[in-house]
T-cell receptor, first 113, second 114 residues
């Protein structure tokens, strides 16, 4: 089955710097790659997603890139702010909603003011 | 729009006792998921419902865990008897049920087994 790996497990950056989180997946049939942010005591919330027919997607300070050949995708956060501090999960899913969403182990991001 | 509701938020039980968690998904969402999130790990799918039917329960420990979704709306996840390793946050999520799309998560039910 699908396996999603994520690095680093923890990341500390100064406010205003950029943060990059990298993920790899094993199943070449996966074609949907969401990123979720989980704040303390809350459930994960979708922040951005990318589908396999697109190489890059950007939404304000957040961008995601996908390399299907290498089976890896990355989250880029620019101009980080203290409120970006949270745990971030990458995930992978095949083409239908019947296929389970497989989450990576998470990256704990701390933005130091 | 109301989000996914879960209860209770916290539960502490002794091992071998039973516990039940309840979830009310977003209105109109056909797909409902129960995830187990152990501290420091990513969510792991336990069971996925499409309306009333089970789509995937391959990782549900069926000797102790059970779940149902009556009338295609609310769902209950039960653990009986609980083990120490069941200590985790149980997250319920729902989605429209179309091809790949956003999961909407509740705040979770934190279970501690002593």
């Amino acid at each position: 089955g699908e396996n999603v790996e994520q690095h680093p497990s923890t990341l500390s950056v100064q406010e205003g710097d950029s943060a990059v989180i990298k993920c790899t997946y094993s199943d070449s049939a996966s074609n949907y790659f969401p990123w979720y942010k989980q704040e303390l005591g809350k459930g994960p919330q979708l922040i951005i997603d990318i589908r396999s027919n697109v190489g890059e997607k950007k939404d304000q300070r957040i961008a995601v890139t996908l390399n299907k050949t290498a089976k890896h995708f990355s989250l880029h956060i620019t101009e980080t702010q203290p409120e970006d501090s949270a745990v971030y999960f990458c995930a992978a899913q095949k083409k239908t909603s019947y296929d389970k969403v497989i989450f990576g182990p998470g990256t704990s991001l701390s933005v130091i003011p | 729009e109301a989000g996914v509701a879960q209860s209770p938020r916290y539960k502490i039980i002794e091992k071998r006792q039973s516990v039940a968690f309840w979830c009310n998904p977003i209105s109109g969402h056909a797909t409902l998921y129960w995830y187990q999130q152990i501290l420091g790990q990513g969510p792991k799918l336990l069971i996925q419902f499409q309306n009333n039917g089970v789509v995937d329960d391959s990782q549900l420990p069926k000797d102790r865990f059970s779940a149902e979704r009556l009338k295609g709306v609310d769902s209950t996840l039960k653990i009986q008897p609980a083990k120490l390793e069941d200590s985790a946050v149980y997250l319920c999520a729902s989605s429209l049920g179309q091809s790949t799309g956003e999961l909407f998560f509740g705040e979770g039910s934190r279970l501690t087994v002593l």
